[in-house]
């Protein structure tokens, strides 16, 4: 599967931002989907995921109930939809796919970037204070 990520930009803090990733390739429902970011000098780090028929979402502590994934599956289409953004939200934002079977892990399976076996090229994302 090919993953292009869009949407990122600069916005001021308390600000909103809408990320898509649109994927091509195999059928998406094949698929469970996350996003991850990486900020400069930073290792990649988990945001957001979402199962194959969109019924269970994941988020990292950092961004729940400020962000919102979900997914459409007849437009093969994933969205983050970022509110109240933050300085420290600025980073590469990565949408990812994984179509392995999950199993527990501490510290939940999708947080992991090796359970993703394809990635979008990213999006910059700028939160000014």
């Known amino acids: 599967v090919q993953l292009q990520a869009s949407g990122g930009g600069l916005v001021q803090a308390g600000g909103s931002l809408r990320l898509s990733c649109a994927a091509s390739?195999?059928?998406?429902?094949?698929?469970?989907m996350g996003w991850f970011r990486q900020a400069p000098g930073k290792e990649r780090e988990f945001v957001a995921a979402?199962?194959?028929?969109?019924?269970?979402?994941y988020y990292a502590d950092s961004v729940k109930g400020r962000f919102t994934i979900s997914r459409d599956n007849a437009k093969n289409t994933v969205i983050l939809q970022m509110n109240s953004l933050k300085p420290e939200d600025t980073a590469v934002y990565f949408c990812?796919?994984?179509?392995?079977?999950?199993?527990?892990?501490?510290?939940?399976?999708?947080?992991?970037?090796?359970?993703?076996?394809?990635w979008g090229q990213g999006t910059l994302v700028t939160v000014s204070s």
């Open positions: 990812a796919a994984g179509d392995r079977q999950p199993y527990y892990i501490p510290g939940g399976y999708y947080t992991y970037p090796a359970r993703y076996d394809y």
């Open positions: 390739g195999r059928t998406f429902t094949s698929y469970y």
């Open positions: 979402i199962s194959r028929s969109g019924g269970n979402t």
